[in-house]
């Protein structure tokens, strides 16, 4: 058989007819069987899916041997014979056969079975339950659509057009209603949880920065012991080296600055003038680049020189400013002659560079500090607030969007959802599927209108097969994806869809399809139901909830829900 998970061909001894059904499960076994133990099958779907469950224990894998056995259907002329063993992946907790159909043309008989056998259990410890055999009746629809269909059939009536018109009656007001204040629970608990997250963040802020600040003030520490040794020595040395200009590098300071010369640096002589005035401060100096040369009279040149080996500041400054009078003078006869400090005064000694590298730590300490500060405050500020101060910003943030159909009923039961502090918004990418001429018909009248063919298609690919005047499953799929991507994905507040049967399967195995091994059409989402999905590092965290009332659920109701389709949800 055709089933979810690991398939390994090859046939296997005919079970015993009268299967046994006793056995002891241990506490770290699982059980498996069948879902239900009869199933029946119109010919012309082409297959039969029977599905399997696995109960109890699911923590590692889970094996076993099918195989199909003949009843009054025979294997090559009604169904294709199948064995084979299957395997339980860890956490899977479901699972299916397909047996493959033959359609007999020269059949006469209404309905013909046969059954499908499980044995072998893998390892040990795993058990089978009492749905152990599985029974396939395939019904012969050569005639029309056989009586045993045509009486459940036509129980099952799809929605009167006008009755899509209606809204809420005072049942499912009240149902609405209850459904209100459920979610208004989920979202409060929503808020909370990430108010206390937000508190987490903070401590996390708040401990990085006092940490950062800690290093800090050590870090300064030890810069300051190093200032002070660099001082002494400095002192020492002033004692033993003279002040000459070749004995000023060795000084524990050394004033630099960078000045670009203009003007008529050659031929009036002012550079020769400018360096007189750097060696009587006992500086040096050194040109950066090539000279740009004017040439002749009323064209200036210009210099880039370094000047350093200062000893002192204030000699530095002297130097510069003795320099631009110089050159302003005579800038007098030649427009454009001035002296630019490309590079301020500093000192890139030993003690310079400590003194420079304290000021930097001290400024970098003072924002640490400011930071340290702010984030205690905004911690201290979030463990102060209260519960409904909470719930007044995440809102004012945050608001619940509610999306709904264009369906009354919808619409109505939408607006009962965060009345106040909500935004509601309607599209018609959450109608639910169009049934077209369909409205107000049971299943046995679309089969007796469609045709066998028609029907055929509809039991076979259900996701591409469209009623009469209607959509598929695949058109519904379409007209959500610019829904889901420009509403939903983008969304950082609580959404809440409010919709049918069809678009629910389809949101659901969007989020969700990466551990969904079922078509989106064959999930099972029941009435009055309400799907919390939460998202996570590694996708979504699932509860569900249920509003309706336990009267409500009666064993008709059930059994309703469970027949009904995405077609008329």
């Not at 203009?262 to 020769?272: D, M, V």
């Not at 000192?347 to 930071?371: C, H, P, W």
């Not at 998202?535 to 909830?545: A, V």
């Amino acid at each position: 058989p055709d089933a979810v998970g690991k398939k390994v061909p090859g046939d296997i001894a005919s079970p015993p007819s009268n299967p046994d059904v006793s056995g002891i499960l241990k506490e770290t076994g699982s059980m498996v069987m069948f879902e239900e133990e009869r199933s029946a099958v119109l010919e012309l779907a082409g297959e039969v899916n029977v599905a399997l469950v696995r109960k109890f224990n699911t923590t590692g894998s889970a094996s076993f041997t099918s195989q199909t056995v003949d009843g009054s259907a025979t294997a090559g002329k009604h169904y294709q014979h199948a064995s084979g063993k299957l395997l339980f992946a860890e956490g899977q907790t479901r699972a299916e056969i397909r047996v493959k159909l033959v359609e007999c043309a020269n059949c006469t008989e209404p309905e013909n079975s046969f059954h499908i056998v499980l044995s072998g259990p893998q390892p040990t410890g795993t058990t089978m339950g009492r749905k152990r055999q599985c029974t396939v009746t395939i019904l012969n629809d050569e005639h029309g659509l056989p009586e045993r269909l045509r009486r459940d059939w036509s129980r099952l009536r799809f929605p009167d057009a006008f009755k899509l018109t209606l809204g809420l009656n005072e049942g499912g007001r009240q149902m609405a209603d209850r459904l209100g204040e459920l979610l208004s629970d989920q979202v409060h608990e929503f808020y909370m949880a990430q108010h206390r997250e937000k508190i987490k963040k903070l401590r996390i802020i708040r401990d990085i920065a006092v940490s950062k600040t800690r290093e800090m003030q050590e870090d300064i520490e030890a810069t300051s012991l190093r200032q002070v040794a660099v001082e002494e020595a400095r002192r020492l040395q002033d004692r033993m080296i003279g002040n000459s200009p070749e004995d000023q590098v060795f000084k524990g300071t050394n004033f630099t600055s960078t000045l670009r010369l203009t003007g008529h640096l050659y031929n009036r002589h002012l550079l020769e003038k400018a360096l007189d005035i750097i060696e009587s401060k006992q500086g040096r100096v050194r040109s950066i680049g090539e000279p740009v040369m004017g040439g002749c009279s009323g064209i200036s040149s210009s210099i880039v020189l370094q000047v350093h080996c200062v000893r002192e500041k204030d000699d530095m400054k002297a130097i510069i400013s003795q320099i631009r009078n110089l050159f302003e003078e005579d800038s007098k006869d030649l427009a454009g002659s001035c002296v630019e400090v490309i590079e301020r005064t500093r000192d890139v000694g030993d003690l310079g560079k400590l003194i420079q590298l304290l000021d930097e730590k001290n400024e970098e300490l003072r924002k640490l500090e400011a930071a340290c500060k702010d984030a205690q405050e905004a911690l201290e500020e979030a463990e102060r607030m209260t519960d409904k101060e909470i719930q007044r910003i995440h809102t004012q943030t945050y608001p619940t969007q509610v999306f709904t159909s264009t369906l009354p009923i919808c619409l109505e039961t939408g607006g009962r959802l965060f009345p106040s502090d909500g935004v509601h918004e309607e599209t018609s990418s959450l109608n639910m599927v169009d049934i077209g001429a369909c409205h107000g018909m049971t299943l046995a009248e679309i089969y007796e209108s469609m045709g066998k063919e028609n029907v055929r298609q509809f039991l076979t690919s259900p996701y591409n097969a469209r009623l009469p005047g209607g959509e598929s499953l695949k058109d519904v799929v379409h007209r959500l994806e610019p829904f889901v991507v420009d509403h939903i994905e983008r969304q950082r507040c609580p959404s809440v869809v409010v919709s049918h049967l069809s678009t629910l399967q389809v949101l659901y195995q969007y989020f969700v399809g990466a551990t969904s091994k079922v078509p989106f059409w064959k999930l099972n989402i029941p009435r009055g139901s309400v799907i919390q999905l939460v998202p996570h590092l590694f996708g979504f965290e699932e509860r569900r909830f249920s509003f309706r009332p336990e009267t409500a659920r009666s064993s008709g109701d059930a059994a309703a829900v469970h027949m009904a389709s995405h077609w008329d949800q």
